[in-house]
C-alpha cells in the first residue's frame, strides 16, 4: 500500500461506513478467504478496511500470517468481554495490527472462554458500540464469521448493516440457504428498534469449479433459491488449488498468485460492492 497522499483513496467525506458481515453456518465455505482477499481488494483501491475475526478457530489472522494462536497480542475480543463501558473507553490501541495494508482484529481459541461472559453480560451490543467508537477510521468493516450461531455471531449480525452468504457450490451448503434466512427474522427481532434492518447484500457462490456437472447443477438451485428469497446473487468465486495455498502462505490470494483467475473473481465481487 502507498501513503494516503498518494492513493486514489475515494471521498471519504461522503461515504459512509459499510459493516459487512460475512456470514454462514455452514463450515469451509469460504467465509475466512473471502473475508480476507475482498478486505485486501478494497484496501488496495484505497479505502481504510478493518477485517475481524469473529471465529475461535483464528483463521482468519493464520490467513494473513499473523500466527493469531502465538500471539501475546490482546485481542479486541477480549476488551468486548471486559468490564470496560465500550460506550465510553476507546479499545486498546494495539487490539488492532496491520497485515497487508489491512487492519485486522484477530481472534485465538480463548474466544470459547470469552463466549461464556459475554453470554453473562447479555449485551448484544457491545461489538456495535466499540465499532461505533471507532467512528469514521474506516470505510469497510469486514466480520468474519463462525460456522454456528453462537454469541460471538449473535454480536457480530448485530453490529453488521449488511450480509454476505458464502454458498459453497455443493448439495448440503445449497439446503442451509434457508437457514440464514431464519436467522435473518430472529436477529432483526433482536435489533429492533436499536439497529435498522439487517439486510443480505448478495449470496456468493464459492469454490465453484465450471468443469463439475455437480457444481454447475447446485450453481442453479442457488440461482433458483436466491431468486425466491429475494436476494441478489454474486458472480461466483471459482475454485483454485492456489486460493488453498494462499491461507498456508499466510498471504492475500492477490499477493501470493496474482494471475489466478479467482483474483478477478474477487475484484467482480469488491465492484459490484462498491456499484
Ligand atoms: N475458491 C477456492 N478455491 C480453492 N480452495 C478454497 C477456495 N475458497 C476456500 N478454499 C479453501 O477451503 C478451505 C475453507 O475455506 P475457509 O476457511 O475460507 O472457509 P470458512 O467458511 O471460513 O471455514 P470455517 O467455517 O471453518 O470458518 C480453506 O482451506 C481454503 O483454502
Ligand atoms: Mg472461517
Redesign the pocket.
Known sequence: MVDDDQTNRPNHGTEMKRTIAIC?QA????????TRDLGFELAERGHRVLVLDA?S?G?LGEFLGLNPHRSERQSIWQFIASEADPAREEPPPDMLCEAYGLTVGISNLQLIKLERRLIEQRQPHRLYTILASLGDRFDYVLI?C??NINEISIQALFAADELIV?VQTEEKAVAGMFLIQEELIETNKRRMPFRPTLKIAGFLP??YNPSRNLHKHCLTEIERMTASLNCALFDP?????A??EA?NAGKPLKLHAPHCP?VRDIQNLADRLSA
Open positions: 454462514n463450515g469451509g465455505v469460504g467465509k475466512t478467504t473471502t471465529d478457530q483463521s468474519d463462525p460456522p458464502p464459492t469454490r468465486i471459482r475454485e483454485y488449488i486460493v488453498a491461507c479467482a
